[in-house]
């Protein structure tokens, strides 16, 4: 099945173009990435501007063109923080409606939160048993943590990176104050959470996603993404503690000449690396596994799994047939060949009066 993802944030859109089925990965075949820049039209009441919005209209019919040419069987539209907090978030999908003839899902945090765990957890594996993830998007962090692909704790936060430096830091480079009253912000908000994690203990494994944390590891020395995404990388905290003061002093556009640091991001990465360092260490986390699936990732899967073929409705089938039911009453109940069987399970631990009923 071939399927198409628009992804919605802050800065840009972005279309990916998957081949996949049930239990397989998401083979990607065709990617398209359009500056939409809705974060620099949001008003003082959070209210998405007129340039935003013909912006992002104008990319979502470049993506409807797209999927029609690659023969796309099915388009997931989704938008985050940069769309979920906005005032006019309906008028934004009744004009993108206009415009591509398509609407927009909404994703909440916890939302957010729960795919991008998923997607995570199946790129790891259940060998990284107890996974914390972190998650810094533009206009919210995104923490998760548990043992299965269905997270025990997911929660949103208003850290941002694009949102803190519009809000803390409006210096070109930004004054030494404003980066002080960021990091005591930062600490702040995530303290209560960090209170919540620290009581579960360390987690076997520690992840983080996201544009982010790929431009701070590439900051840190980490292999390019055109080497692949098997490729191990890892973000430091000891790298960002070094990064910080370097990245304070930086005009934006001295910031987009370092490594892997693009010129739309280049003003929001000192907020990010600040985001990121007060998280490594309030959670007391050294080191964190740069993963390659995300929140995107996690969308196609879990659309994927809806998915069954010949062989898994026939496995279905059989496991189906060979399942009983245990009730309180200690009666035995199962599904054969259509027809309900019943025994009751006596005290010695045997299977008396077996019977077919109708």
């Known amino acids: 099945m071939r399927l198409g993802v628009v992804d919605i944030g802050s800065n840009s859109a972005r279309l990916q173009i998957v081949d996949g ?21 949001v008003e003082a009441d959070g209210t998405i501007g007129e340039a935003g919005v013909s912006r992002l209209a104008e990319a979502l019919a470049e993506f409807m063109t797209a999927a029609h040419r690659q023969d796309v069987d099915e388009l ?15 008028d934004v999908n009744q004009r993108i409606w206009e415009a591509a003839g398509i609407g927009i899902q909404v994703l909440g945090g916890e939302d957010e939160a729960r795919l991008t765990f998923l997607a995570v957890r199946r790129w790891f594996g259940w060998s990284a048993a107890q996974l914390l993830l972190l998650d810094i998007g533009g206009g919210s962090m995104e923490i998760a943590r ?31 104050r404003d980066v002080k009253h960021l990091r005591s912000h930062v600490k702040g908000v995530l303290s209560e959470v960090a209170k919540r994690l620290r009581w579960e203990g360390p987690a076997s494994e520690v992840v983080v996603t996201s544009k982010t944390f790929k431009q701070l590891a590439r900051l840190g020395g980490a292999a390019r993404e055109r080497e692949g995404p098997f490729v191990l990388r890892t973000v430091h905290r000891r790298d960002l503690r070094r990064l910080i003061p370097e ?25 990010g690396a600040i985001v990121a360092e007060a998280a490594m260490t309030v959670l007391d986390i050294r080191q964190a596994r740069l993963s ?9 899967l879990r659309r994927l799994d809806e998915l069954a073929g010949p062989a898994d409705l026939h496995d279905k089938g059989i496991i189906q047939s060979a399942t009983h039911a245990i009730d309180d009453d200690r009666s035995v109940k199962g599904l054969v060949a259509g027809h309900r069987l019943t025994s009751e399970l006596q005290p010695d631990g045997q299977r008396r009066e077996f019977r077919s009923v109708t």
């Open 76 to 90: 997931i539209v989704f938008a985050t923080s940069a769309v979920r907090d906005a005032p006019n978030a309906t």
């Open 292 to 300: 390659p699936w995300a929140l995107r990732e996690g969308i196609l």
């Open 247 to 271: 990245l304070e002093d930086m005009t934006a556009r001295e910031r987009a000449r370092l490594p892997g640091i693009s010129k739309a991001r280049s003003h929001q990465i000192l907020a």
């Open 146 to 176: 548990g043992r299965s692909e269905r997270p025990e704790l997911a929660i949103s936060l208003p850290l941002g990176a694009g949102r803190l430096t519009r809000t803390h830091l409006p210096g070109d480079p930004p004054g030494r």
């Open 21 to 41: 089925d049930a239990g397989g990965p998401p083979l990607p075949i065709f990617a398209l990435r359009t500056p939409v820049a809705l974060a620099e039209t």
